[in-house]
């Protein structure tokens, strides 16, 4: 709805402005055309004052006329390309724009001088018809073939509005933005023109479209200087609060709404009405934004007012509802509803208000626990009561939507009394809306209840050719397809068996299947009636179906993919064992099945996720061998290289070299996402044989591919922080360098990338971790380095994304830099600064660097805790250093004996210093 109300505005917006536009052409053409005639006598002359006369006035269709007459009676005028130029502007304003086009064109070559204004009439004929496409190459070529006309500003601005009708938004952008474009030249010298501020608005508007919000804000705000109307200031800052709420900058809309509504008080004409609702519709996302609920919900109930365009007053009570409900209000949703058509009875949406008010009461009914509903069938009458007044108001538009809801009360009041005549009532209401609707789901779903309702009622054969329209009828409507399928197939397999009609059951299960053909993963897990909701609740509820399939159908040829749906339901289950011997009894069974490669990649991959290593090794391993053009052959590879990653050691060079295979293989796919990460794999063995020079060519040529091949890969920041940890473990891995700092440098610049071209990557507060450490590592060289690692440790600390483990490393090391800053300080600075360190390993021991729910790192508080106690001790801060020591005694029990003597050391050293020194 808000995407819909959003594409009004905007429409509404373009259509004041281009009737406006529009007028003050057609003025000015028709003064210039005065001053052509000025002096002209006798009865041409007269003939064409009559006619302008008449045009001036706005009386097109007699000026038309009159137009005509002129040519015909005076064809050798040198007047005449005038004349036909204002006839087509009659025509024009009279909405007759195929007959414009005509004359412009058919008079084009006679046009002498005003062949551009010929030229941009057809654009603006092209524009009004809705030819986008037609009216923006004629607008261009006004701007080509006239460089010099004063329609040059409104050509290049109607290019770019025709560009952005098209959807073309970055064409837009290049339209309006490039400094040597037409427009941006055309304005030049008359930046407050209407036009100028106009083009400049529908720059920020294809800015938003781009989702490019900052460049957007900037030119709304340099749009600020200008010399704006009322009006025109309030589109601006209604699309600066647009773009800053698209930005999250809720803070920054709210305020730019709140002068925005300041802003109405200045604007008096016509327009200010619905100027005033798009404000408080914007008012109320903001605030939707901002979790202020109620707020929104006072914000969108000033659009409830008699005199707000429809569209708007539809969208709030939308809203106001949805609100509500998301506060699991749903009384008091019904209340306000309610409310207001008990205070409203004669507004025009009293209908959709009775419509939203019993669809709440049956969200309100469904709400309950199914085994509390027998009790509350008032809920489901106080609805059906709504939708009843609205059917009973003829000829309205909610009409049919009220009888499927309707249809909806009386099946439920049906199956929760066992009342026959209220599925029969039922059955009606879903009838009337399936011929009602227009093709929609919604047609679907009340074809699909009409023949639930028949196969209630034992009328098998109308059931089945009501479900067979919603099975095969809807393929092109994706929730249909889906949500409805499944269940109407399996309503058919139903209806036939009871029919007798064996050859429709078979045909509804081959269709099944066709639907669901092994492949993707995802799809060959789905079971045959997965998707028949509230039917078949489990897979052992399938397996029983599929049971009395095969005894009414013994001899169907579907029968070997009704087995392997079997095998499919254990793997819904997650048990795997038994899929993979159902897979190994099936392969058994059919050897020269055509579906045998791909149950054989399906046992394997059943075995292996049964934890039966050893048998899947050999299954992918063969079938690498047998089916190697086989669709599922790479990704059978990619398991069997995986499987040598695993086993580590001497395998990483095996590992290697079947990851290469993958993206390698000529009879392969290639440069899909599977190659790419066969490529990171292969790297990381060549790292961990400790082939670092091979492991960086991986990174570096997988890095490349990614930029020019696939940029939004979520491979490529992983493949950045892999290049830059291989540089830090293996320094001779930089290219021409053998320094270490070099490499480190190198590091930080890769790394680099990953905090500022993907801050909201996981790797990203990772990535600020390693910088730290690299940083840490140069300060033994140059001293300066430990700020720049306190600095990155403290935006790995920070982060949002980073998680307990990131955290505390960084707690650790930033800690550890303290350190050593404190060993180049002052007394004092040294004593501040090892405090300082202190508390950041007690953070970690204490877990006060935990979030809620959190789970703390045991080697990093181990770690925090040696660290802390040998600074503690070395602080001379006993009782601290104690308590580090016994919690040592926990958490490194191998270590006893050496925590132990520290205790005693503590013990020793307490009995020696007075109470108060300790």
């Known amino acids: 709805m808000r995407r819909n109300v959003k594409e009004f505005l905007c429409a509404r917006l373009w259509l004041i402005y281009r009737q406006r536009w529009i007028v003050t052409l057609v003025v000015a053409g028709s003064l210039s055309l005065i001053v052509c005639l000025h002096g002209a006598s006798g009865a041409e002359g007269r003939a064409y004052d009559v006619a302008r006369n008449v045009f001036y006035s706005g009386s097109y269709e007699l000026a038309e006329k009159e137009f005509a007459d002129f040519i015909k009676d005076h064809p050798a005028s040198d007047k005449i390309p005038e004349v036909v130029l204002l006839q087509a502007q009659c025509r024009y304003q009279l909405k007759k724009f195929d007959d414009a086009l005509a ?86 010298n008359q930046i407050d023109d209407e036009r100028a501020i106009r083009g400049h608005l529908l720059l920020g508007e294809a800015y938003l479209g781009l989702k490019q919000f900052q460049k957007g804000e900037e030119t709304m705000t340099r749009l600020g200087g200008r010399n704006l109307s009322p009006e025109l200031n309030w589109q601006r800052l209604y699309l600066l609060a647009r773009l800053q709420l698209a930005q999250q900058q809720i ?91 008990a205070q409203n009875p ?66 439920e009041e049906g199956q929760t009394g066992g009342s026959t005549n209220r599925i029969t009532d039922s059955l ?64 058919i397999v139903h209806a ?62 579907e029968l070997p993919k009704v087995e392997l749906a079997v095998a499919r339901t254990y793997e819904l289950e997650g048990n795997w064992r038994m899929a993979a011997d159902l897979y190994a009894h099936w392969l058994a069974k059919h050897a020269d099945h055509v579906l045998r490669p791909d149950v054989e990649f399906d046992c394997a991959r ?104 696939n940029p939004s890969s979520p491979l490529l920041p992983k493949a950045y922080f892999a290049l830059a940890d291989t540089y830090i473990v293996y320094p001779e891995a930089v290219p021409g360098s053998l320094n270490p700092v070099n490499s480190f440098k190198e590091a930080i610049s890769v790394l680099d990338k990953i905090t500022r071209e993907y801050p909201t990557n996981a790797l990203a507060p990772l990535a600020w971790g390693r910088m730290g450490d690299c940083y840490f590592q140069m300060a033994s060289v140059d001293a300066n380095n430990y700020e720049k690692a306190v600095s990155a440790y403290t935006q790995a600390l920070t982060n949002n994304l980073a998680d307990v483990s990131c955290r505390s490393i960084a707690e650790v090391h930033l800690a550890q830099v303290l350190e050593k800053q404190a060993g180049l300080a002052s007394a004092t600075g040294r004593t501040n600064l090892l405090a300082e360190a202190l508390r950041h390993y007690l953070y ?54 050496t925590w132990e003597l520290q205790l005693e050391k503590m013990e020793r050293i307490g009995s020696q210093i007075e109470p108060a020194d300790n």
Not at 151 to 164: C, N, P, Q, T
Not at 286 to 313: C, D, H, I, W
Not at 397 to 406: G, L, T
Request: charged share 20%; glycine share 4%; net charge neutral.
């Open 103 to 188: 004359l412009l064109r058919a008079r084009l070559v006679n046009a002498g001088k005003l062949a551009d204004q010929y030229r941009y009439w057809i654009a603006e004929s092209l524009f009004r018809k809705s030819d986008y496409a037609g009216a923006a190459t004629a607008f261009a070529q006004v701007l080509s073939d006239f460089p010099g006309s004063s329609r040059r500003l409104d050509a290049s601005l109607g290019e770019a509005y025709a560009r952005f009708k098209l959807g073309d938004q970055q064409r837009t952008v290049d339209l309006l933005g490039q400094p040597n474009g037409a427009f941006q030249q055309a304005v030049e």
């Open 606 to 709: 059943a075995n292996d996720l049964a934890g039966n290593e050893r048998n899947a090794f050999q299954l992918f391993t063969n079938f690498v061998a047998q089916f190697p053009t086989n669709q599922f052959a790479p990704r059978a590879q990619f398991w069997v290289a995986t499987h040598f990653y695993r086993l580590g050691g001497t395998n990483y060079v095996k590992a290697e070299e079947n990851f290469q295979k993958i993206y390698q293989n000529a009879n392969w796919p290639q440069q899909t996402e599977l190659c790419f990460q066969a490529m990171m794999m292969a790297g990381r063995a060549a790292s961990k044989r400790q082939g670092y020079n091979d492991a960086v060519n991986y990174f570096t040529n997988l890095i490349d591919k990614l930029i020019n091949l």
């Open 844 to 897: 970690v021991v204490e877990g006060k660097n935990l979030s809620e729910n959190e789970v703390a790192d045991p080697f990093w508080v181990k770690e925090a805790a040696v660290a802390a106690a040998r600074l503690a001790e070395d602080q001379k801060r006993w009782n601290v250093a104690t308590k580090l020591y016994l919690q040592l005694k926990e958490l490194l029990p191998s270590l006893r004996k």
């Open 251 to 341: 803070d920054g809309a709210l305020q730019t709404v709140t002068n925005l509504l300041s802003q109405l008080s200045t604007i008096t004409n016509a327009a200010a009405l619905n100027l005033q609702a798009d404000a408080a519709a914007l008012q109320g996302e903001v605030f939707e934004q901002k979790g202020m609920a109620e707020s929104a919900v006072q914000a969108y109930e000033r659009n409830l007012n008699t005199n707000v365009p429809s569209a708007r007053r539809q969208q709030a009570l939308q809203q106001i509802v949805k609100l509500t409900l998301a506060q699991n209000k749903i009384g008091e949703a019904s209340k306000r509803l309610e409310s207001f058509v």
């Open 428 to 491: 009606i209401a879903f009838q009337a809306a399936a011929e009602q609707l227009p093709r929609s789901e919604e047609q679907a779903v009340a074809r699909f209840k009409l023949a639930d309702c028949q196969l209630n009622l034992a009328s098998y054969a109308y059931a089945l050719s009501n479900y067979w329209l919603v099975a095969t009828n809807y393929a092109d409507l994706p929730g249909v397809q889906s949500e409805m399928v499944g269940l109407a197939l399996y309503q």
């Open 346 to 411: 004669k507004d025009s949406m009293l209908d959709l208000l009775r419509l939203t008010l019993g669809e709440v009461r049956l969200k309100e009914y469904y709400a309950l626990p199914a085994a509390t509903r027998r009790n509350a069938t008032n809920l489901l009458h106080q609805a059906r009561t709504q939708f009843e007044q609205i059917i009973a108001n003829t000829n309205n538009q909610f009409a049919a939507k009220a009888q499927v809801d309707r249809g909806w009360c009386l099946w």
């Open 496 to 557: 036939s068996i009871q029919l007798g009609d064996l050859g429709s059951a078979d045909q509804a299960v081959q269709k099944i299947l066709a639907d669901y053909p092994p492949g993707d993963s995802n799809d060959r897990s789905l079971l045959l009636y997965g998707q028949a909701k509230g039917h078949l609740n489990s897979p052992e509820e399938a397996r029983q179906f599929f049971d009395r399939f095969i005894e009414k159908l013994p001899n169907s040829p």
